[in-house]
Nanobody
Framework: QVQLVESGGGLVQTGGSLRLSCAVS????????SGWFRQAPGKEREFVAA????????YYADSVKGRFTISRDNAKSTVYLQMNSLKPEDTAVYYC????????????????WGQGTQVTVSS
């Protein structure tokens, strides 16, 4: 069983920054691709970013390219999402996900999900 715990959410003004963290409770963390999704009120969950097991390959939704950066520290079994130039439309609950198959992760069919952390961007 893999457990994911997100942290780092909060309230920030437009143009501000936040860094989300996702701690993964699995010694074989390097077997898993990891990523972030978000869900705004009344909307479906959407893909934000993903990173392969080594950290070499990253993928982003068009809406966050150039503003968000995903990274991972395999020694700490942690995935990060640095969010800069935040906009009100980034307001959502952000979820961390992990899967051994990158394509399953990117398409939202991950085996493992965190409980989510709220990000609110005020205008």
């Amino acid at each position: 069983q893999v457990q994911l715990v997100e942290s780092g959410g909060g309230l920030v003004q437009t143009g501000g920054s936040l860094r989300l963290s996702c701690a993964v409770s699995r010694r074989t963390f390097t077997n898993y691709a990891s990523g972030w999704f978000r869900q705004a009120p009344g909307k479906e969950r959407e893909f934000v970013a993903a990173i392969n097991w080594s950290g070499r390959d990253t993928y982003y939704a068009d809406s966050v390219k150039g503003r968000f950066t995903i990274s991972r520290d395999n020694a700490k079994s942690t995935v990060y999402l640095q969010m800069n130039s935040l906009k009100p439309e980034d307001t959502a609950v952000y979820y961390c996900a992990a899967d051994t198959i990158l394509q399953e992760l990117i398409t939202g069919r991950s085996d493992y999900w965190g409980q989510g952390t709220q990000v609110t961007v005020s205008s």
